[in-house]
T-cell receptor, first 115, second 112 residues
């Protein structure tokens, strides 16, 4: 059965610290997609990244980077030099099979960045 | 990309009443999804709505409580029936795409 585990419920850091949010997934499919979303206090879901199971290249986008490792079924998210505006709930999600199917979400990690 | 308009954005309802949430997409899509996010919790899939067929409900969700309509490829509604305070949640519709899953802004429902 498919499952997404975000073991860190809450993380608190001080501005400019680096922080890594962990995500471990379970699936029996060979084709799947992994996502990260940000949900600020306003409530909307902000798309951050999508990765398919055949692309293990790590990705960097500004202060954000993602480390996808199939060997450990992990898709971790690192924020470098965190800022107060990064404070939000971050969700990791999994979609199995063809693109466009429903997402299974982890429980989310609440990140608090203080100045 | 897809732009999703969801209405209402929020509502306060009396227990025992029903609320219908509308989801309009700016392009034709095969599948639409409805999620619930209870306070402080993650998103849980309620059902998948395909045009021209009955919605497929996830375990723990039933059609009598959450009837869904999908009259065409750009529109769907979710009704929360006979509401109780436990139904207070954010309800989101979503569509899939090749590069990301798109979400509406959500409907923040409070049942009093």
């Amino acid at each position: 059965a498919q499952k997404v585990t975000q073991a860190q419920t809450e993380i608190s850091v001080v501005e400019k610290e680096d922080v890594t949010l962990d995500c471990v997934y379970e699936t029996r499919d060979t084709t799947y997609y992994l996502f990260w979303y940000k949900q600020p206090p306003s409530g909307e879901l902000v798309f951050l990244i999508r990765r398919n199971s055949f692309d293990e290249q790590n990705e960097i986008s500004g202060r954000y980077s993602w480390n996808f490792q199939k060997s450990t079924s992990s898709f971790n998210f690192t924020i470098t030099a965190s800022q107060v505006v990064d404070s939000a709930v971050y969700f990791c999600a999994l979609s199995e099979g063809q693109a466009g199917t429903a997402l299974i979400f982890g429980k989310g990690t609440t990140l608090s960045v203080s100045s | 990309s897809a732009v999703i308009s969801q209405k209402p954005s929020r509502d306060i309802c009396q227990r025992g009443t029903s609320l219908t949430i509308q989801c309009q997409v700016d392009s034709q899509v095969t599948m639409m999804f409805w999620y619930r996010q209870q306070p402080g919790q993650s998103l849980t899939l309620i059902a998948t709505a395909n045009q021209g067929s009955e919605a497929t409900y996830e375990s723990g969700f039933v059609i009598d409580k959450f009837p869904i309509s999908r009259p065409n490829l750009t529109f769907s509604t979710l009704t929360v029936s006979n509401m109780s305070p436990e139904d207070s949640s954010i309800y989101l519709c979503s569509v899939g795409a090749n590069t990301e899953a798109f979400f509406g802004q959500g409907t923040r429902l409070t049942v009093v």
